[in-house]
């Protein structure tokens, strides 16, 4: 019998080893699912925080008093800030960002300068396209000499000079294939009278460049004073092919 009963006490012991109490399985589940719901809140708050700085940016500079520019073209405007920054063609320093959208009508203020470090608007203007890029609207874009055309991409500014069109920006094209001649074929940021609303009430459009984004008169030595000497300028239009391939666009 004594034999029996130790056959039974092994048999018991074996049995129990494997059994956890309830409290030990529901602890190791709720510490799991904790981790689990901790990874999750983390992940979702970095996206939220990728997602939302351009928003934030957006949402923080004061647009009162001038024309407001769409979100969409302001995002595509800083990934490539940012983007000619991290290849070093801008210096980190950099915090002006000039903005011109060629989807919009030539007779609205369609150019903007940025201040993205002190987040507001420093001039609101108009500014010419092309005389072959289209009447009242930008329509048509080239990277060629003698096109008479605007070209749309990424730019970095230069030094400044005089020349026939008076006191003028010299403009470094950044993307290839669509603006990159741009320095060849000098278009530069210049002052012209037919860009104005006098202009423009007479003519139902403002005048028109060679391709150049002219700008008042009036404006041309503060715009062109602030933003000169290594700053980037956008050019924008919805062009797909354009926005699919720039090098500056990919996030």
Partial sequence: ???????????????????????????????????????????????????????????????????????????KALLGFENLKKAGKLGQEAHLLTICDFSLSSNTKRLWVIDTQEKKVLFNSLVAH?????????????NTESSLQSSMGFYITESTYNGDNGYSLKLLGMDKGFNDAAYKRAVVMHGADYVSEEFATVHKRIGRSWGCPAIPRALTEPIINTIKGKNCLFIYYPDQNYLSSSEWLKA
Avoid: H, W
């Fill in 1 to 75: 019998m004594k034999g029996f009963y130790s056959l039974l006490g092994i048999v018991y012991l074996i049995s129990t080893s494997f059994y956890l109490s309830p409290d030990k399985t529901d602890n190791k589940e709720i510490k799991n699912t904790k981790k689990i719901e901790t990874l999750v809140e983390t992940k979702s708050e970095k996206n939220t925080n990728s997602l939302s700085s351009s928003e934030e940016l957006y949402q923080s500079i004061s647009f009162e008093n001038t024309n407001k520019l769409q979100f969409d073209v302001f995002a």
């Fill in 130 to 142: 092309g005389k072959n890029t289209g009447e009242e609207f930008a329509t048509n874009f080239s």
